[in-house]
């Protein structure tokens, strides 16, 4: 059992956000069984029988809030992040993307990179991961067993493309059925209680029909989500409809594949029709916006509180690497500055996302787009607790507070100023993982002398 006392930040829902001070949480065997604002921190204690050594008294200039759920990563594309932004989104995959993550047939490799990209996204506050692995069976397997290692939440996604892909990145759509329920059967086997497979057919481009139709049969057999790319691009969205004959639109192919469930997250949605929007709410699918890949490869800005008003759940993705940065603060940040700038095109009476609704959306708003808001994504008695202690006066970096600020102003410079550095501490259901995760990554990087074609 372990007590926590402090200022506490969450959202009940969008409209919702809550700053309870003096607030003591009680956390036991990973789960919330109390929270109470303005309380008696002594008195409780005492009452729940909790030792002074789990007691954490949060210090004046940090705060206690949700995990951070990034709901779309590309985590053998770490490599490549920050470089390789010079092309739009088909010829970047051909370029830059393909080959990396073809090298990760060997285990090596894929060990030394998954890693760090597991400890990174947990160093800098990302609890809950919806990774794309590649085509590889055994290297997404590992994805898995580092995940669990390293204390992170996640969903693997074994990769699945069977057509217009380079001949030495591609599938047999047999094989690939087959790899990919073995693959299912074998994460599922482990019993790990964070880590889940997912259904990850790339996109529509390099799927076919056939294969679509088959891997919702396994999502639906296992049970488990599926996650794919939507209207991304324009040159990708003719594309795609043009090699899916009788489909009406990018979203028509998924749902004649039966790929829209209430368990499917689909990554940009930049393009959608107004029809689209109507069968993706009508399926309860949800999309995953991840506006710094969208500009950083210039695909498109996306309208998210169109979508939100037309019922859908949104959640932020960091989508390494046309995003360059595995941080979900980043996406928060790219996420105002887009809704901002369409902002400029639009009716003086839209509201462009601000910092409150992108603090939902990195938190609860990532939970139900992935399907664990019953589990995470807010302080409820019953939930899991997965958490970050925040400390606004860090020794180093740009974030600066001034004793007369409000708290709500505070919480707006952490998001638009903080990193890592300003995140003490992170924890997932009640375990502190982030200890573990710098060590880890600081071992890796002091220890890596090979250059990355000696990897492979």
């Not at 794919?228 to 009788?246: D, I, R």
């Not at 932020?316 to 928060?332: H, K, N, P, R």
């Not at 910092?355 to 589990?375: E, I, P, S, Y």
């Not at 995140?423 to 997932?428: A, D, E, L, W």
Request: hydrophobic share 40%.
């Amino acid at each position: 059992m372990k007590l926590f006392y402090g200022l506490v930040i969450h959202s009940k829902s969008i409209d919702d956000l809550c700053f309870l001070p003096n607030t003591v949480l009680i956390v036991d065997n990973g789960k919330i069984v109390y929270i109470q604002e303005n309380a008696d921190v002594n008195k409780v204690q005492q009452e729940h029988n909790v030792s002074s050594e789990n007691v954490v008294i949060l210090k004046e200039n940090e705060f206690l809030m949700p995990g951070m759920i990034d709901t779309h990563i590309h985590a053998p594309q770490y490599v490549n992040a920050g470089f390789g932004l010079d092309l739009p989104l088909l010829g970047w995959l051909n370029k830059y993307t393909f080959p990396t993550e073809a090298c990760f047939s060997d285990l090596k490799f894929a060990n030394e990179i998954y890693t760090r990209v597991v400890a990174n996204t947990l160093v800098n506050g990302t609890t809950t991961a919806m990774y794309f692995a590649t085509i590889h069976k055994d290297s997404a397997l590992l994805l898995g067993d580092i995940a669990h290692q390293t204390g992170q939440r996640a969903f693997i996604g074994k990769v699945s493309m069977d057509q217009n892909s380079p001949e030495y990145y591609i599938e047999e759509k047999d094989s690939a059925i087959k790899d990919v329920e073995e693959f299912i059967v074998a994460l599922q086997s482990k019993n790990y209680p964070n880590v889940q497979p997912a259904v990850t057919p790339r996109f529509a481009i390099t799927c076919s029909m056939s294969l679509m139709k088959t891997l919702s049969e396994l999502a639906s057999k296992y049970n488990v989500n599926i996650q794919t790319h939507v209207s991304e691009n324009p040159a990708e969205c003719e594309v795609a409809v043009s090699l899916h004959e009788g489909c009406r639109d990018y979203v028509d192919i998924y749902a004649q594949a039966k790929l829209l469930t209430a368990k499917t997250i689909l990554a940009h949605g930049v393009y959608l029709s107004d029809k689209e929007l109507e069968v993706l709410h009508q399926y309860q699918t949800s999309i995953s916006h991840c506006p710094n890949s969208n500009c950083s490869i210039r695909s498109g800005m996306c309208d998210v509180r169109r979508l939100m008003e037309k019922g859908l759940r949104v959640g932020l993705g960091t989508d390494v690497s046309g995003g360059f940065s595995s941080s979900i603060l980043d996406a928060m940040r790219f996420a105002i500055t887009v809704s901002n700038i369409l902002s400029l095109s639009k009716p003086e009476e839209y509201k462009p996302l601000n910092f409150r609704d992108v603090f939902f959306m990195a938190t609860l708003g990532g939970a139900q787009a992935l399907g664990l808001h019953d589990k995470v994504g807010n302080f409820e008695i019953g939930k899991e607790f997965d958490a970050l202690v925040v400390n606004l006066a860090p020794t180093d970096g740009n974030l600066e507070v001034w004793p007369d600020e409000s708290m709500e102003n505070r919480l707006s410079k952490w998001i638009h100023l903080g990193d890592d550095r300003s995140i003490s501490r992170v924890y997932v259901n009640g375990v502190e993982v982030k200890e573990g995760a710098s060590n880890t990554l600081r071992i890796k990087r002091l220890g890596s002398k090979r250059k990355l074609s000696e990897m492979v």
